[in-house]
DNA sequence: CGTTCAGTTTGTACGCTGTTCAGACTGAAC
DNA sequence: GTTCAGTCTGAACAGCGTACAAACTGAACG
């Protein structure tokens, strides 16, 4: 029985941890991207040879996903407070929050979909909806799978919005990635692709605020009992 | 004026193409999973040196996004045939195979959500959406709206499915994976996260053609005008 | 026919990646 | 004072994307 002080560190020093290396990797994505947060990368930043990871991660995959949770913890819980909205709002502020927050750190949102929702943080925005949707009057059934639907709203939303982005810069405001879009569908042919072309407009803005809580907005309709 | 002739080939030889290299990618990410999908690869599986593919495409993204662009064509042609359904049902048909033709190649779901959706075979594809929306009596904005939130929901249910799947090898059927799926919430502590726990059941399917479509019925219900 | 020359493919090389293995160190516990 | 689990390092492997210069090919032109 060795281990009856459940927190000992025997090792040499307890420079690493699975929290600082998940902040590390964190600066790193933000700061210069999601291709630099790599072993190495990380390492470096933490002063530390690249295998000192391997300690408290499997693989890289195991970082990433520990990366991708604690970014859905970070900015759910910002979105707890208000408990007095009705459920409709509460949940409109909740996807939007988590939406700018997520846009925030722009090389992140491909990850997110690129790992089950299965971690801790995870689950405790899933608990959370799924309160807000009982409380909405749907029975337990139905509350669960509008959860999922909103979360599959929210991430396919957030990760093709992403997609356009520069993950490496802060990401530029809403109305200059919209012109940048704008740009772009003027070049399709009117002949191949009429109503495209005369919905041009309306696609610039696919990425906007606007469109996301457009989108919510149907989506909770088709919700309300 | 040289090249009045536009298929010309000066070069020493025709062996690649543009659609070779693309149908090259395909045959290895279906094979041998999104890892094996390199440049290397790609150029091995076409007894080719790695440089010869920079002759056809600028970097490596560029032949992902061929390969995405290619995938959306091939799966959604399937599903333009029967006019003669109510609009409702068209959509819903075009959605479910889409689903299932890009589950088909478990590691290709990432990369769809990876690249905006700007190619030939996306942009047909949205105005075929377009088509069937205005037919429904939505306003030309309207339409266009519903379609993207029609291909979030898609592409976001599609990638989450696809997150829990080992993209090397052929998919295993559904039962399997909500079976897998149910082993992971029997985990989950009840005490933190009680509703989460009583809906395990639910969420285990959450991966299932049923699950998408009933969200998806949500969602046409908020359309309906 | 011979030359030209754009377009295609190759050899080689650089710097980077994730990961493994054996070992060196550290410090709490006996 | 020794033991020994746990932590970190050095070195290395195989593979990656991609740039550069050179070699080859074959249609077009004189």
Redesign the interface.
Known sequence: MRQNAPTSKPGPRGILSVQVIVDAALRLLDDKGPDAMSMRGIATELGVAPNALYTYFPDKAAVLRAVVDRLIGEHAVAALAATERPWRQRIHDLALELRAGLLRHPGAA?LV??????GPQA??L??RL??VL?EAGLD??D????S??V???L???V??EA??VDPTRPAPPEDERVASRQA?FDA?SAA?????A??AG??AR?ITTE?FA??L???????QP
């Open positions: 491909g979909l690129g790992a089950p929702m299965d689950l405790a899933g608990e799924l309160d009982a337990q059934d509350a669960a799978r509008a999922y639907l979360i599959v709203y991430l396919g939303f990760a093709l997609a356009e772009g399709v191949e692709y009429p109503r495209t005369a919905s309306t696609m696919y469109q457009w989108g907005d149907r989506l909770l309709d088709g919700l």
